[in-house]
């Protein structure tokens, strides 16, 4: 008979050669399990997604819940339907004025989708600036705007007219200017390593927007729902998007995502053409029910406002000869080593030391940490005593390579 591995490999579509290929069997708070008893440390939260913790009872709850009342009715938009409804005003009542309207989808790639669409339709241009090293999906229109060329050359022709700067670059902001409906960008830099904008770059940014009548996209899916110590980064950085593209934490464990922006602009969507953007599952109640429950709780807890310390504990703790850099805001964190063989030595092996680490996309220097956001000291203390034995481990069995 074969294993659940081996099923995996081969009924499953497969993202690289190299998967974890860990069997987990339960998840609970900040800690996954394995079938024989195998305890891990999830030290990337399902990549910022479980920001208070896995199977929380009231997420739980709201789902079970939701089941026993319904599923799927109807195409997105054409029914009442109260989780969504409920969840999209507490969004509303968090946010700043001018991102009143949710339109939910399904993923992060799906609401970028949307938010491209509505800016192009909004201005009548065609032309979308985005960022190198920059990270917004898979999906064809997400691809085209992504910041590394190894990802979108075998799938070239993408959509024409997109411009891309740099990350921080000041002097290029210039070429935002009357012919771009757009700029998409992430706050933070996720998948290039973590890199954090200059002071007042994204003011700038913001106020360019302004002058020559082009929107602005804050792509939140990793930095939302308190992962960079304040609710969303936008509160963090004191800038207000014209329009805000949410996922990962946004369902609290479910499949969910959202682009969010004013009443004016949303309407757009619905007439000339009517049906402008549908979806069949978008907002999904079960998923909506989950994750208004999990933002509930956020909001009622607040492990967010700890953020900053806890990431001072991971820096204090995690120093070794290996360690370069730790850089990041809050509990999104890039742990800097010598050399990629180290990064995916590290990585590899993290199981072994009963944690779970990841990859960045854009940055092979470096592994991530960003843990549910309810990580106790006790815990952080223990997972860097192990990643500290991992990293011994890396400079024996690595040493001498990629020189």
Known sequence: MLTNRQLFLLHLGQTSHYPLMLEIEK??????????????IDLISGVSVSNIGHRHPRVIDAIHRQADSYLHLMVYGEIVQSPQVKYARRLSEMLP?????????????EAVEGALKLAKRATGRTRIISLRNSYHGSTHGALSIQGKEVYKNPFRPLLPDIL????????????IDEKAACVIIEPVQAEAGVVIPEDGYLKKIRERCSEKGVLLIFDEVQTGFGRLGHLFALHRFDVVPNILVLAKALGGGMPLGAFISSNELMSLLSNDPQLGHITTFGGHPVCCAAGLASFEVLLENKP????????ELFRKEL???????????????????????????????????????????????AFRIAPPLVIEDDVIIEACEQLKCLMDDAVENVKGKGK
Not at 27 to 40: I, L, Q, R, T
Not at 164 to 175: K, R, Y
Not at 336 to 356: C, D, S
Request: contains cysteine.
């Open 164 to 175: 891309q700067l740099d990350f921080n670059d000041s002097g290029a902001l210039d070429m």
């Open 97 to 109: 004025d001018g991102l009143d309207v949710c339109y939910f989808v399904n993923s992060g790639s």
């Open 319 to 365: 120093k070794h000869d290996l360690v370069k850099d730790i850089r990041g805001e809050g509990l999104l964190l890039a742990v800097e080593v010598e050399k990629p063989e180290y990064v995916q030595y590290i990585i590899a092996n993290a199981p072994r030391y009963g944690v779970i680490l990841d990859y960045f996309l854009f940055c092979d220097t």
């Open 304 to 311: 967010y406002e700890k953020c900053k310390e806890k990431s």
């Open 27 to 40: 998840a609970e708070g900040v800690f996954m399990y394995g079938p024989s008893g195998e305890k891990y």
